[in-house]
T-cell receptor, first 116, second 114 residues
């Protein structure tokens, strides 16, 4: 498809388990963002990639969170030793250009993570 | 923190215009106003953006006040499928690495009623 694809759509993890969430951005999109959305809240920024370079990871809540985009296309968000407070929807977005203010971002449907 | 203020909820009758306000009194001269919406269980969807002139596209119109401290998103003929949370976002300018990062607030939950 032509949109941003995220997998899995739903993930249930036991507390302490490691998880990996995948994002396939729109082909050719330079910028890629990860957001975390808790129930009833707006999305909150986690990290940003420009091609393969992670230029901002200021939103990652702890060192248990790690993201990569090794070839500048697919990205993976990894959460180690999951905790209940990690339960949220994780959204990925991509946009065509970097540094251009008038660029819209396209979002995937998200991965709903539930830690039990 | 989000740089915008929106009412938490609004109702609109189907077929009527929905006018969603947003205050952004601290907006900088090179920052754009963006609107996204999020329908239940989906990712946010881009609607429209503007700098200082009013803008219109197939989805909506954006009216920005002359001082740029507030704006209104207008859905001219709301349908039931427009029920969603609408986010007004001031686009962060080029700084550091997160060029173009979107900072969401809590948005306005618009309920379109038959």
């Amino acid at each position: 498809g032509a949109g941003v694809s995220q997998s899995p759509r739903y993930k249930v993890a036991k507390r302490g388990q490691d998880v990996a969430l995948r994002c396939d951005p729109i082909s050719g999109h330079v910028s890629l963002f990860w957001y975390q959305q808790a129930l009833g809240q707006g999305p909150e920024f986690l990290t940003y990639f420009q091609n393969e370079a992670q230029l901002d990871k200021s939103g990652l809540p702890s060192d248990r969170f790690f993201a990569e985009r090794p070839e500048g296309s697919v990205s993976t968000l990894k959460i180690q030793r999951t905790q209940q407070e990690d339960s949220a929807v994780y959204l990925c977005a991509s946009s065509l250009r970097q540094g251009a203010l008038n660029t819209e971002a396209f979002f995937g449907q998200g991965t709903r993570l539930t830690v039990v | 923190d989000a740089k915008t203020t929106q009412p938490p909820s609004m109702d609109c009758a189907e077929g009527r215009a929905a006018n969603l306000p947003c205050n952004h009194s601290t907006i900088s001269g090179n920052e754009y106003v963006y609107w996204y919406r999020q329908i239940h269980s989906q990712g946010p969807q881009y609607i429209i953006h503007g700098l200082k002139n009013n803008e219109t596209n197939e989805m909506a119109s954006l009216i920005i006040t002359e001082d740029r401290k507030s704006s209104t998103l207008i859905l001219p003929h709301a349908t039931l499928r427009d029920t969603a949370v609408y986010y007004c976002i001031v686009r962060v300018g080029n700084y550091g690495g997160s060029q173009g990062n979107l900072i969401f607030g809590k948005g306005t939950k618009l309920s379109v009623k038959p």
